[in-house]
């Protein structure tokens, strides 16, 4: 398939309009520009939720310097807590690889279990 040339584009542009009508054209648009608006939208919160959450389990950690679940004083950079031995790392899921908060027990993106 060849690129297309000016010709090309509006025999398209003259069928879409027989075909749609030249009332549907703009509500059609119009409603692809809301679709990829929100698209856009759910992705930057996806994106912005997920630095969020690596950034509050960073500043939680370093601020506190205790353990998540048994509140014991821990090394501000330790991977288990000395006392209870549970992981001070954020879990990660098996099955989509989403990183979660800790103490959670099921996936927040796909509700697999942790």
């Known amino acids: 398939m060849g690129n297309l040339g000016v010709p090309e584009l509006l025999i398209i542009a003259f069928l879409v309009l027989i075909f749609f009508g030249s009332k549907k054209i703009p509500e059609i648009a119009q409603g692809m520009g809301k679709g990829i608006k929100e698209f856009r939208k759910a992705a930057r919160e996806i994106q912005n939720d ?32 000395p006392t209870c031995g549970k992981s001070l790392e954020a879990p990660v899921c098996s099955k989509c690889g989403t990183k979660n908060k800790l103490g959670d027990r099921f996936c927040g993106n796909c509700g697999t279990s942790l």
């Open 50 to 81: 997920s630095e969020d959450n690596d950034t509050a389990v960073l500043t939680a950690r370093k601020a506190s310097a205790t353990c998540f679940y048994c509140k014991s004083p821990i090394v501000p950079d330790a991977k288990f807590c």
